[in-house]
């Protein structure tokens, strides 16, 4: 009962915390798509429960970002065809090719795996699992908030140094996040593999590249949009940091490298492995 009351405050948590953020903005519009967030999480969880499945929770989460960040722009144009700021249409863009790639991605991995073992244990409950898929919500409404804000100013987003400066982050992010996801994926498809830990391409240069990329690509998006905000509106900059806090000491970094301790931490070539190679920052030096 004391955990299904826990689960239940998180939630209302997470929708507060991004909510608020939104409301500093002063912005409607983005308090109005941080609402379509949550409620296109909630909306899925339905069936999600019903049929015991989290196949689509990662593509959901993509798909959110799409319509928050596609539905601002319509909001703020006055026409597909007409956009009032370029811009604008260059921040979403990136945002839709990040969004689209993870998504097909994650989705076609538990597609071959079958599941996310993450879900085990809380698929049953209804309460952790509606937490998870708001807090899912929360992923979406914090990383893209300062995008969204941007997109909305008066001013829309601003073309100076830092645009060039931050849609250079992002290639280097997403780059690298690509290059270590496909790296990853094909050696993992050769069996002698299964068993194994990689050391090779820029896993031997980190012990977790593609989150290194995940974090320099939404450090980009921050820094394209910077120039477009002002007063409270610059709390929305927390984007770059949440993703650092929750891919390192949530969801990411911290059940990997527990996961990966448990499994090789008995063997030598790992501690060396795990000794010389640091955990996020790729090493460009021997």
């Keep these: 009962?004391?955990?299904?009351?826990?689960?239940?405050?998180?939630?209302?948590?997470?929708?507060?915390?991004?909510?608020?953020?939104?409301?500093?903005?002063?912005?409607?519009?983005?308090?109005?798509?941080?609402?379509?967030?949550?409620?296109?999480?909630?909306?899925?969880?339905?069936?999600?429960?019903?049929?015991?499945?989290?196949?689509?929770?990662?593509?959901?989460?993509?798909?959110?970002?799409?319509?928050?960040?596609w539905y601002?722009?319509?909001s703020t144009s006055d026409s597909f065809t007409n956009l009032t700021n370029g811009a604008n249409l260059v921040i979403v863009l990136l945002i839709t090719l990040w969004a689209v790639r993870l998504g097909s991605f994650l989705f076609m991995r538990i597609h071959k795996d079958g599941e996310d073992k993450r879900f085990r244990s809380?698929?049953?409950?209804?309460?952790?699992?509606?937490?998870?898929?708001?807090?899912?919500?929360?992923?979406?409404?914090?990383?893209?908030?300062?995008?969204?804000?941007?997109?909305?100013?008066?001013s829309g987003v601003v073309v100076?140094?830092?645009?060039?400066?931050?849609?250079?982050?992002?290639?280097?992010?997403?780059?690298?996040?690509?290059?270590?996801?496909?790296?990853?994926?094909?050696?993992?498809?050769?069996?002698?593999?299964?068993?194994?830990?990689?050391?090779?391409?820029?896993?031997?240069?980190?012990?977790?590249?593609?989150?290194?990329?995940?974090i320099v690509l939404w450090t980009g998006i921050a820094v394209i949009s910077v120039s477009s905000l002002q007063g409270l509106q610059y709390i929305t900059l927390i984007s770059p940091l949440f993703t650092y806090l929750l891919l390192v000491y949530v969801s990411g970094v911290r059940m990997l490298e527990a996961r990966a301790d448990k499994q090789w931490g008995d063997q030598d070539e790992y501690k060396k492995y795990k000794s010389q190679v640091p955990t996020l920052l790729i090493k460009f030096w021997k």
């Design 122 to 154: 809380i698929k049953p409950s209804s309460t952790q699992f509606f937490m998870t898929w708001t807090l899912q919500g929360l992923w979406v409404s914090l990383c893209s908030m300062c995008a969204l804000t941007a997109i909305s100013s008066e």
């Design 160 to 214: 100076n140094s830092l645009f060039y400066l931050g849609i250079g982050l992002f290639i280097l992010g997403f780059s690298l996040e690509v290059i270590a996801d496909n790296q990853k994926t094909k050696f993992r498809s050769v069996p002698v593999n299964r068993n194994k830990f990689i050391t090779t391409g820029l896993w031997a240069k980190s012990r977790h590249p593609n989150f290194f990329g995940e």
């Design 1 to 69: 009962m004391i955990s299904k009351i826990t689960n239940i405050i998180i939630s209302i948590i997470a929708f507060v915390i991004a909510f608020s953020i939104a409301y500093a903005t002063g912005i409607d519009l983005v308090m109005k798509v941080i609402c379509l967030a949550f409620i296109i999480q909630w909306v899925m969880f339905i069936p999600a429960y019903i049929f015991q499945t989290e196949k689509f929770y990662d593509l959901t989460g993509s798909l959110t970002y799409l319509s928050v960040i």
């Design 72 to 74: 601002s722009l319509a």
